[in-house]
């Protein structure tokens, strides 16, 4: 990554800092090269490039970021495909060329173009699927806790750092349709208020952690959960259990998911596991992957750590029978 935008790079730098590390050897991996310019020429654009370039980026955007309502311009400059906002259908805010993308420095990119180059990483990636989803492991067992925005995923997995158990991520989590296992992609936890194990607490009152307003008014303060809890330690696990938050109760529970001709459970992956593939070739892979695991519905309720308490119980109980 080469970005002058300090702002961004420093932004992007400590959300993923848990996710970099160094190769070994002969080692080799799927490679995204990004950089970020001014444009001495226009102080209002900036020039992004990145290697592998999507062809397809402009589609891909407009479905990665379907609450931006991007609008295709109708009179494209020859070489460029134009997305502008419904507002002003005819003042592009994102030009995607051949190899590069131009972004108008007046319009809020920095999610967009992020996200363009994280998908553009994951799709490199045929052999996974990433879900908006968090993950643990517990008991050697790997957990996915799918919901909805605001369900308490985040919370939950903090819960279970917190209880001394593996913290793969809070945001995406990331299955090997090869093995089945769970894999750690962790970036800065996003706490929202509310209840909080104590621990958080603790950690938030003694240090200085970056917080943010989220364009729905909501403030968000981010955290490396390295440092709030080392002993949570990142770990390749067995996929075992998928627990979809449904709602909030005055009480915990769990009830099993019922398959119904072959139903998966309310959990699908991002559109970068999705895109440029066979509907029905990945629809199938997907099956196989989630297939083995044991599904549930969970209701949220109480403490944190009263929830928290009744999934390791369930996950015990299946260990032993």
């Known amino acids: 990554m080469e970005c002058e935008d300090h702002s961004f790079s420093r932004r992007f730098k400590d959300l993923f800092a848990e996710c970099a590390f160094e190769l070994t050897g002969s080692e080799t991996l799927p490679r995204v090269d990004f950089r970020l310019s001014c444009l001495a020429s226009d ?71 992020a996200m363009h180059a994280i998908s553009t990483a994951f799709r490199m990636q045929p052999d996974v699927f990433v879900f908006h989803a968090a993950s643990i492991g517990l008991l050697e067992k790997g957990v996915l806790l799918c919901g909805p925005k605001g369900a308490g995923k985040t919370t939950l997995s903090l819960c279970f750092a ?57 403030e968000r303060v981010h955290a490396r959960v390295g440092a709030i809890f080392p002993s949570a330690s990142a770990k390749v696990v067995p996929l075992t259990h998928i627990f979809f938050l449904r709602r909030f109760a005055p009480r915990p529970s769990v009830e099993r998911f019922v398959r119904n001709g072959g139903e998966l459970p309310p959990v699908s992956p991002l559109l970068a596991s999705v895109w440029g593939h066979s509907v029905g070739h990945r629809a199938i892979d997907l099956f196989r992957t989630l297939d083995k695991a044991r599904w549930w519905h969970l209701d949220v309720g109480g403490s944190p750590e009263e929830t928290a308490k009744l999934v390791e119980e369930t996950v015990r109980e299946d260990i032993w029978g």
């Not at 089945?180 to 952690?209: F, K, M, V």
């Open 43 to 113: 102080p209002g654009l900036l020039a992004v490039s990145m290697v592998p370039s999507p062809l397809d980026g402009a589609s891909f955007i407009r479905q990665l970021l379907p609450e931006r309502r991007y609008w295709e311009c109708s009179k494209p400059a020859h070489g460029w495909r134009m997305l502008a906002l419904p507002e002003a259908p005819e003042e592009p805010v994102l030009a995607f060329g051949s190899s590069d993308i131009l972004v108008s420095d007046n319009h809020p990119w920095q999610r967009a173009i």
């Open 162 to 218: 917190a209880r001394g158990h593996a913290f793969l991520g809070d945001e995406w989590a990331v299955v090997s349709a090869l093995t089945g296992e769970l894999l750690p992609l962790r970036r800065s936890a996003s706490i929202r208020p509310g209840p909080r194990p104590s621990a958080i607490e603790d950690y938030l009152s003694n240090h200085s952690c970056n917080a943010e307003v989220l364009a729905d008014g909501t």
